[in-house]
């Protein structure tokens, strides 16, 4: 499982239609005929955004101008790429297998590449989940633990050179049950740190040394959402047990990540509710660019990603997606959540985020949004490309 940071421009997104799967969820307002085709359907179709998998394509492709904008990296564009096909064997009714490419450049000079590509084989028994990451994008340290993060003057930014490759093979045990094995290697270095001095002189000074790691990790997971990507209806429940090797100090650690969401369509009555827990828990000598941290256009949004870091991290979040009509639809959402030395102390001191998001369809399951998320004393305006989760 990916911690639910994606700097935006890690977003994921699909082109098949979850109608063949399971029932829509009901509009605020049907379409009226006029409007089920203008000419913004004819600009999308030019980018291949027709709304269909061609099954008799080896692989239908679009590819999908974007534009966003985050804290971190500001304004932004970039190309999204989404390719759908079948492994041979597959039949039509089954979900595809999909490969996502997402790559961005920032006003702040922040650019960087995302890869998650899903096959599946053996009609689903089997699949094979590839992530990457390769960026130089801006970022901040606070240092560790809420009390931290909460000063201003604590706040030192850096460019974060990261180059991380994932492999994940899983494969059913029972119905929508699942067991995997993975790798992870991963390199980062904190390029351009700067060390401000606060006004009254006492601003810590931060090291945050370049590092590699490489590990092995397992999951366990079921799940029955409708599709993977981006859920009508269902369930996931994931946990991710790694063991690391931080080959710049010699020594080991250990990272458990730990998933919960639900999606109910409340058809009849128009829109879905989703929700989400999640839980990432470390052990021995985790580097800082591995450290469980809250903040971000996908994990208490609101909060400028890695201003609050810590061993332990929980969070939940919950959403009322409405689609409106047509293409236009709107999400409300309220989150919470904690980063702690110790499990125990999680609820000492709970961060608050809540806010609401525009979008737009540009094709069946890909939405851009505009959020707008509230946190304790900041707020944050995120543009983007598919849902948080």
Known sequence: ???????????IAVLFSADTLAESVEP???TPEYLEHTFVDDVLDVFGAD?????????DMSYLPTAYYTPEKKFGVGLLMVGLYHTEGSSSAEQPSSLVVNSFISQNKSYGVSIENMTYFNQGKQRLLLDVELHNEASVYYGKGIAAGDIDSNKHEFDEVLYSFKPTWMTAFGSDYYLGVGGEITYAKADKLEHVVGDNGSTPFYELPSGSSAGVVLSSVYDSRDYRLNASEGWLFQLDAGLYQNFESDKTYSLYDLEVANYINLNPVPGLIAWQVQGQFSDGDVPWYAMPDLGGSSAMRGYIKGRYRDDHMMMGQMEYRLPIVQRLGMVFWGAAGSVAPSVSKLSDDILTSYGTGFRFRIKDKINLRADVGFGQNETAFYLNVNEVF
């Open 28 to 30: 605020l307002f049907k």
């Open 51 to 59: 709304g269909e998998f061609d099954e008799s394509k080896t692989i």
């Open 1 to 11: 499982m990916k911690p639910i940071s994606l700097s935006v421009c890690s977003v």
